[in-house]
């Protein structure tokens, strides 16, 4: 089962919490809106784009959503070489010539944000990110930023670990 690392041993980090979470959401769907982007799609890069990218469809009006499946963190600052795509892949000959916004929870190093936005770019898209946080070192600066830190992020949905049979 997938886990998200726990990060009590951390002493300097940033932590989202859920009432935050509906701030935040909020805010960046402002700033989007007040750009004058309208996008056709939300498309959120999973798994840590979900609920960011549901918050938003929500605040913006959205109807169209659809996730990518990306793998590249494994634990706390510890990655995979390069990021992976992971099925079921989208589809991308229904984006074409569409309007996507693209949405995930942190631009950290940016390479995860960076594979997402060159394929959807590629298949004829018009492409925008909007992410929660963004780090300094990130190879990708997001069109949308709520919020941005270089600490350890923790996010309200993954805070804890996964839920277990009782007994």
């Known amino acids: 089962m997938a886990y998200h690392a726990d990060s009590s041993e951390l002493e300097q ?7 935050g979470f509906g701030d935040a959401q909020e805010e960046l769907a402002q700033q989007v809106v007040d750009s004058g982007f309208t996008p056709d799609i939300i498309v959120a890069v999973a798994r840590g784009g979900l609920l960011p990218a549901g918050a938003l469809s929500y ?4 109807k169209l959503s659809d996730a990518i499946n ?12 390069d990021p992976v795509l992971l099925e079921p892949l989208l589809d991308v000959d229904a984006i074409r010539n ?8 942190v631009a950290d190093s940016g390479r995860t944000l960076h ?8 298949h ?12 300094s070192r990130s190879e990708v600066s997001p069109d949308y930023v709520w919020r941005r830190t270089d600490e350890w992020i923790v996010f309200p949905w993954s805070a804890k670990p996964p839920v277990t049979p009782r007994g």
């Open 13 to 19: 980090k940033e932590i989202l919490t859920w009432s």
């Open 59 to 62: 605040s913006m009006g959205v």
């Open 70 to 81: 990306v793998e590249f963190y494994t634990d706390v600052a510890e990655t995979l070489p």
């Open 98 to 105: 569409r309007r996507i916004l693209v949405v995930d929870d």
């Open 115 to 122: 594979l997402v936005l060159e394929l959807l770019a590629g």
């Open 124 to 135: 004829g898209a018009e492409v925008r990110s909007a992410v929660l946080y963004a780090k």
